[in-house]
């Protein structure tokens, strides 16, 4: 990485955004600087990336491709897009080192309403249904393990979700702290299950190949899982402030994260391939249980549904921890939203934020994590007669709202990696610590596997996919009011 001193653009004037309140600066009251390092911040991404896909897609994956050495090279690619994401992101976060993230780009780039809209439906839907559903996932779990009917898992994930925001209410140390022990528990977890793979060996499974099944959709399919699997790599920005040395830091949090969880997903399914053998591979949903099983009989069952809760716990953590500091900055620039600006000095957390999302996430496990709240939602869809809501056709609750909600979020994706060149346009003096090698290939990449799942989403959700349509048009009535709160206030 460049060594390079950590100077940011102070904030003022120059720097402001048209009929936008001034956003804090790192550092000042309330807001907290420099409490994360590199480690923290690796951490935070690899406990939001590998949540708990890893655990169930590689039988659908191979199921969708003609050998091993076929499944194996869409994850390397699916590694390298994820590469050429970070490559990007690593620009744009030493650049513009606020809290935020992509918040901030796509209202640096584009302007104030299309980061308002990023927040928005990251508030309402994107963000706290990722929370909600990670927490059910933890929630099914843990019942499981315990012997607990299945009606108690929605109560247990409301559990999970508001002990992790009161850990993050305490402080970003704690938060912190929280979020290395998980990351290390669950990292160290995972050597197991490679380990029980190679001790099961039959490499000679690696040369296996098989037709894909009639009727499976093929490749397409394959890498769209796999990207979904590397989802998360670019929430570190979103508490860019809060990084010590943030030139250096940022850049290689990013880029080391994203390459070691490339090798180790890499490595998880070498062990599956060779543990379980190709065909067994391809008919599992649960490959990890099931290769644990093979080797240590029903105690490895058990042991991965422990590493499986953990896991979904890494990835909740991380996600409340990060994702407050998107609502905390939406609040600090639109007066609609101004409480979710105010940080606690004590802690230096923004604790509005941290609430708000908590009991946006709460209602969400009420409504799609529940028959009662699904069918109070299929009771309002009937009565506005819009197409009524395929919950089996998508796995699930919260399967169902991330599939509707996917569309929105990786157009927001593309929009972000666009701004990079935006930016170079509009602020082409602007010091940047570090510049996105192979540019403008690199960014070409990124946005073009954008347009890919932003295709693929809509081809899946179908007609519903008018969801996220529907929010984005409410948060743009909302934004227009703000601004009226704003000029009138001003």
């Known amino acids: 990485m460049p060594d390079m001193p950590d100077s940011s653009v102070a904030a003022g004037p120059e720097n402001a955004l048209p009929g936008d309140r001034r956003r804090p600066e790192p550092g000042d009251v309330g807001q907290a600087s ?132 009161g850990v993050n209410l305490a402080g970003i140390r704690f938060g912190r702290m929280a979020q290395n022990l998980l990351t290390a528990a669950k990292v160290l977890g995972l050597g ?33 899982l796999v990207l979904y699997a590397y989802g998360g790599w670019n929430d570190a920005a979103f508490v860019a402030a809060e990084v010590r040395d943030r030139n250096r830091a940022l850049p290689r949090a990013l880029i080391c994260s994203t390459a070691a969880i490339c090798g180790l997903y890499l490595l998880i399914n070498v062990a599956f391939i060779a543990g379980l053998g190709f065909t067994e591979l391809r008919n599992s949903g649960v490959p990890a249980a099931d290769l644990m099983q093979s080797v240590f009989g029903p105690t490895g069952r058990v042991a991965i549904s422990l590493l499986v809760c953990i896991s979904a716990l890494g990835g909740l953590n991380g996600l409340i921890l990060a994702g407050s500091r998107v609502h905390a900055a939406l609040g600090e620039d639109h007066r609609l939203f101004a409480p979710l600006g105010r940080w606690r000095r004590e802690s230096s957390v923004p604790a509005v934020a941290l609430l708000t999302q908590s009991v946006v996430s709460l209602l969400l496990i009420g409504l799609v994590g529940t028959e009662t709240g699904r069918g109070a939602i299929d009771g309002a869809v009937e009565l506005l007669r819009i197409p009524a809501v395929e919950w089996g056709r998508f796995g699930g609750g919260f399967d169902t709202l991330i599939a509707l909600t996917a569309p929105v979020f990786w157009l927001f994706f593309l929009m972000t990696g666009c701004s990079l060149v935006i930016l170079r346009w509009k602020e082409p003096a602007r010091p940047r610590p570090f510049r996105t090698p192979l540019f403008p290939f690199t960014v070409l990449l990124f946005c073009g596997s954008c347009v890919f799942m932003i295709w693929s989403s809509v081809d899946w959700a179908g007609s519903l996919a008018a969801f996220g349509g529907v929010q984005l048009l409410i948060g743009l009535v909302l934004y227009l009011i703000s601004g009226q709160l704003g000029r009138r206030s001003a």
Request: hydrophobic share 55%.
């Open 192 to 224: 197991g299950l490679v380990a029980a793979g190679f001790y099961a060996a039959r490499f000679t499974e690696l040369t296996a190949e098989a037709p894909v099944p009639e009727g499976m959709p093929g490749l397409g399919l394959a890498m769209v």
């Open 34 to 165: 420099g409490q994360l390092s590199t480690a923290d911040a690796v951490s935070l991404i690899v406990g939001i990336v590998v949540g708990v896909s890893i655990f169930k897609i590689p039988g659908l994956v191979f199921s969708n491709v003609g050998s091993p050495l076929e499944g194996l090279l869409v994850w390397l690619a699916g590694g390298l897009i994820a590469l050429a994401g970070a490559l990007c992101y690593a620009e744009l976060t030493t650049t513009w080192p606020r809290s935020g993230g992509d918040y901030e780009y796509l209202t640096r780039a584009w302007g104030p309403w299309a980061g308002f809209l990023f927040a928005w439906s990251h508030l309402t839907a994107i963000l706290t249904g990722s929370i909600g559903g990670l927490a059910y996932v933890f929630a099914d779990y843990a019942c499981s393990l315990a012997g607990f009917e299945e009606s108690r898992a929605a109560p247990l994930a409301a559990v999970a979700v508001v002990l992790l925001t």
